[in-house]
């Protein structure tokens, strides 16, 4: 046994290394804090499980800069065909819609296997300023929990015990089936993803008691933490230490996943297609990377056994394969190549907490489960842990006061439960037998199919995720209606909805951006300004009058930033005018905007123009957000892009309360 040390203390435990706890390992990485990620397993994922990425997704792995590895190396999703069958019952293309909705990102959606994913989060967190690096092959093994020092944010209520596992154990059996059929290839191993799948048993007690009695076990050692996070998957030990539960439909589906190079006549096969037979069923069509496409069946033949859990030696391959087969004739499918395959039973719950004392947190599919046709796994999972990340890091940094956590539960819980309505309606949907006519009650409407689809795709773009009321989600005090003159969803400014983004021309060097990706993450605050047309006098005079107002010595701004700190460290300003760029300098600009320091001299990242670029046109930034180029706005934008606040540019005192109901003042 080794003893407890001085030394064995953390900010923040992860446990779980799946996209929950790479995301948040990815936002912890980019602080100087003490923490560490474990996983029980002793290798990432290399091939299959989650796959598809939706435009949000996207935007914040971007905000990682990580979005255009993604990018380069996925298959992008444009076109979605519906397949039904007609009056004889052969099944044919009955609509095509756009897969990602127009307009409402600069990303669509992409499909790019878990496996990839995770490797370029490992990469980023790599790069980071804390040494942080994913302990693989590590086990929780006990947990306590001090509720005395719960008050306390500096304090450790946590202890665990990790225990290092040996290879042996931390290495899963694979159920080694013969996956590849009547092919070139047949009689070759192929990964499965059964051992994960939890359709296998879970192995997370006996992995306990074995390193009890498993001499050659590595080292113990006992841990404490200010903070940790549950994010190891739908069967959190996490969970089960808080003795927290999921509640939910206790109906479970079974769902087979085979990734295949396919050969096959059907037309649409290089596209995402959604087939409804007549009575064999349905299959989910996904086209990925490399050739590859991946088919999702809903598997009835599979009966459930005892203690509510399908007999898995009696999924293989070829039993999906066959089901996709029948749904899919006329046209004929066959594979030669097969890269992964699954099947795995889910049912669609949610937490009801989310936390302990806002010490012990649990993200992902921790807290939620869903079927994979809502198709948001790795999408919720990483979107949770990308908005709770940011919260952890700066209250434990001193930045923000601890009430921020609050807004964990609040925001996130929301949206499992939207996520569970919206899958329940959309499996009903798709696994249901198509209507004959409109008198067949039982049947399903292709109509309110393809309704629930286009529909469907808003809420699956995670665009719509829209944050309640808060200390930093404030509409109450916000001029927003006043100053936003048109409502589009996605599209422009919505406070509790993430930025749109627009092109807009840096004013040093008439370069184009996009907004957003002047929005990284990296635990800033802040303030858009959109000052209107700065060749106005009016206008002008009010913007140098908030930049006096933020230059003084007692500013909010100045309370906020530690004094040894650049000025925009905690809260960075950017200004987005609408005057021509030419008739504008930076240098007549107050400092504050552009700010000034021996080492580097002036700042030219700060300042950009809503104009017409020489090469890719005009981003009509204002006009796309609904702001009126006259009068103009102050946006306050979250660390991770949501819009916490709306006013008018020379609110210094609306500012100022903002900030000042969470902020911690610095020496
Ligand atoms: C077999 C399988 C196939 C799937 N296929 C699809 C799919 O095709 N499409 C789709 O959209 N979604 C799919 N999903 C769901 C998707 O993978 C998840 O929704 C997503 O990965 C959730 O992310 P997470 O980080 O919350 O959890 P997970 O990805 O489950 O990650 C949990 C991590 O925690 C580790 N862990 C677990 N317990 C412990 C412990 N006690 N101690 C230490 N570490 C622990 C695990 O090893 C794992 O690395 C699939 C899931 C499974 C299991
Ligand atoms: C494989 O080939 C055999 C005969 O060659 C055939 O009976 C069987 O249906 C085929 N299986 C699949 C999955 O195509
Ligand atoms: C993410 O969301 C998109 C859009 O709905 C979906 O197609 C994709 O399958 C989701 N990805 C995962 C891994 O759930
Ligand atoms: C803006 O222009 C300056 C000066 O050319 C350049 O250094 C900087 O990279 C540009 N920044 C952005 C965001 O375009
Ligand atoms: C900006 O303001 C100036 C001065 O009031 C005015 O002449 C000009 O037309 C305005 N430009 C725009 C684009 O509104």
Redesign the pocket.
Known sequence: MAATTADDTVDVLI???????LMLACWLSRFNLKTRI????DTKIFTG????LQCRSLEILDSFDIGHRVWRESNHMIEICLWNPDGTGRIRRSDRIPDTIVGISRFTQVVLH?GRIERFFLDTIKEGKSSLKVERGV??TKFDYDESKAGNFNDHPITVTLRTLTEEEATPQQSGAIAAANGTKSGTKVQD?LF???LAPDD?DELIKATELNDRAGKTEVIKARFMVG???????VRQQLGFSLTGDSTDYIWG?LDIIPVTDFPDIRMRCAIHSENQGSVMIIPRENKLV?L?IQLKEVAVGEGGRADRTKITPDVILKSAQNIMAPYKLAYSYCDWW?A?QIGQRVGDKFSLDERVFL????VHTHS?KA????NV?MQDTYNLGWKIALVASGVCDSAILKTYELERKKVAQDLIDFDHRFSRLFSGRPAKDVMDEEGISMEEFKDAFVKGNMFASAIAVDYQDSLIVTRKTSSASQLITKEETGRTIKVGMRMPSFRVLNQSDARPWQLQERLPSDGRWRILLFAGNLTDPLTLSRYNTLGEKLAAPQSFLRRFTPASAKIDSTIEILTIHSAPRREIELSSLPEIFHPYCEENGWDYWKVFADDESYHEGHGRCYENLGLDSGVGAAVIIRPDQYVSWVGEVEDYGGMERFFGGFMVARE
């Open positions: 446990i779980g290394a799946g996209p929950a706890g474990v996983d029980k397993r499980q989650a796959d598809g878990q086990l929780p993803g994960r799948s939890n997370t994010c190891d998957g739908a069967r959190s030990w996943v991946r999702y699954t795995y993200a992902g599919d921790a994979p198709g948001q796994g790795m999972s």
